[in-house]
Nanobody, 121 residues
């Protein structure tokens, strides 16, 4: 069984910084991409940033230049460094991993439980 456990959310003032972490554990054969999504109240879940196993990244336009995603393949962990935070960044942030849990399985999406990020003005 695969688990994604996030940490690092919290309350911060506008202009501040936070770092989110997400560690994947359990039965993992290989991980393709990992990423962060967010969902604000009344809105759909949206992509924030993703990173492939080779380190290729993509970001939502709204966070480019402010957020940085990174990954430690040896630890099956993905990070999101968030800087210059704005009130509109307030949301529940979810970790995602596209992975295989065995040699015989196909890639499937796994999600963390979410961590709240609140940016006060």
């Amino acid at each position: 069984q695969v688990q994604l456990v996030e940490s690092g959310g919290g309350l911060v003032q506008a202009g501040g910084s936070l770092r989110l972490s997400c560690a994947a554990s359990g039965s993992i054969f290989s991980i393709s991409s990992m990423g962060w999504y967010r969902q604000a109240p009344g809105k759909q879940r949206e992509l924030v940033a993703r990173i492939t196993s080779r380190g290729n990244t993509n970001y939502a336009d709204s966070v480019k230049g402010r957020f940085a995603i990174s990954r430690d393949n040896a630890k099956n962990t993905v990070y999101l460094q968030m800087s210059s935070l704005k009130p509109e960044d307030t949301a529940v942030y979810y970790c995602n991993a596209l992975l295989r849990d065995s040699y015989y399985s196909d890639y499937a999406n796994y999600w963390g439980q979410g961590t709240q990020v609140t940016v006060s003005s």
